[in-house]
């Protein structure tokens, strides 16, 4: 962990929602000014490799994200716990999603 604290990120959660993760984030690619944003991913007992695919794809076409990945179940609440303290330890606000969610393509304006 680094000492410095960042503006702003958008920290997902995910589980195995593979379709839905997909389509949140192909919509926040397309979000103006998001190569601008951090992206932290919590990744929650990845069963199907699928979905750990295709978030390491994205975080390779995006050198501004990253993620986690727990071989167990750690449970919505824990892990939204977990990574609300990481991200609040490295950045002044947070945008918190979950990989089932659909954003407006001004969120970055609405919320940051």
Same mark, same amino acid.
């Given at each position: ?11 997902? +959660? &995910? ?5 839905? =993760? #997909? $389509? ?43 993620? +986690? &990945? ?5 449970? =919505? #609440? $824990? ?9 609040s330890q490295n ?14 393509t001004n969120l ?5």
């Amino acid at each position: 962990m680094n000492n410095t604290i960042n503006a702003c990120c958008i920290c997902i +959660f &995910a589980y195995r929602k593979l379709r839905s =993760l #997909k $389509n949140l984030l192909d919509r926040l690619q397309s979000i103006d000014k998001f190569s601008s944003v951090d992206v932290v991913i919590f990744l929650d007992a990845p069963i199907d490799t699928a979905v750990e695919e295709l978030i390491i794809e994205f975080v390779q076409k995006h050198p501004n994200s990253t993620y +986690f &990945a727990r071989n167990y179940n750690h449970g =919505l #609440k $824990n892990s939204i716990l977990s990574g609300l303290e990481y991200c609040s330890q490295n950045y002044s606000k947070t945008i918190v999603l979950e990989d089932d969610l659909l954003v407006s393509t001004n969120l970055l304006e609405s919320l940051n």
